[in-house]
């Protein structure tokens, strides 16, 4: 349990409403209108999710598109990795990368500035219906997973909508992963039906009741 002492290093105002980085002793949390993002003491799952991914794929030189920055964790695996050529991050708040490449650099390994990466600050739901690339493997990391969204619009990345509109963007025999927070059968269910390999990957967290869960799912 964490007993240090909270310290709120700063606050930004956006169109989703506020945004906060906060320290406690020498970790950092990320909070939006209230609710809790992350934080850098508890990143294996997050590591997963892309490492999982790469696995899957298995090949070298991939292509990744990473759905939200975070503090950095999915990022830093990402670009350290071997068999990765280029990361994509789209991140739709600009503040976050800001402190991604400040007080959040030291947990990416300063993954922001790796010549393997390219940081696009939009809204991801956007950016994917507009775009016209396509990627080795997609991993998304968006609020806490499919059952417990922090904006109701990022809903619909979880929906058979929009996992249609993902596997657009996948080369052949490409590989999505996601992160929750908890299990979700339904979701797991959905990627089943349109999915030809599906595994749930469930990464124990000592602080928590449930473990995290990273779902990948083959093409």
């Given amino acids: 349990m964490l007993v240090d002492p909270l310290e709120v290093l700063e606050r930004c105002d956006t169109p989703r409403g506020e945004i906060q980085l906060q320290r406690r002793g020498g970790e950092y949390e990320l909070i939006s209108n209230g609710t809790f993002l992350m934080a850098t ?34 990022l830093g695996e990402a670009v350290h990795h071997p068999q990765t050529s280029q990361v ?25 500035s790796h010549p393997k990466t390219r940081v696009i600050c939009a809204d991801l739901l ?12 997609l991993c998304f990391d968006i609020d806490n997973g499919p059952d417990w969204t922090v904006f109701q619009d990022n809903e619909s990345l979880y ?3 929009g996992l249609e509109a993902l596997t657009r ?20 269910a959905l990627l089943e039906c349109r999915f030809a390999g599906v595994e749930e990957i469930r990464i124990e967290q000592p602080q928590n009741v449930e473990p995290d869960v990273v779902y990948i799912a083959k093409t």
């Fill in 169 to 188: 963007l996948l080369n052949p025999e490409g590989v999505m992963s996601f992160w929750s927070a908890s299990a979700s059968p339904a979701f797991k």
């Fill in 41 to 74: 003491y508890n990143g294996e799952s997050e590591k997963r999710l892309v490492r999982s991914a790469i696995e899957a794929c298995a090949k070298d030189g991939m292509t990744l598109l990473i759905g939200g920055l975070g503090v950095g964790y999915s």
């Fill in 126 to 137: 956007k950016w994917i219906s507009e775009t016209d690339e396509t990627f080795d493997a």
């Fill in 159 to 161: 929906s058979p909508e």
């Fill in 88 to 112: 994509t991050v789209v991140e739709i708040e600009d503040q976050v990368i800001a402190w991604n490449r400040t007080y959040l650099a030291p947990f990416s390994g300063n993954a922001l």
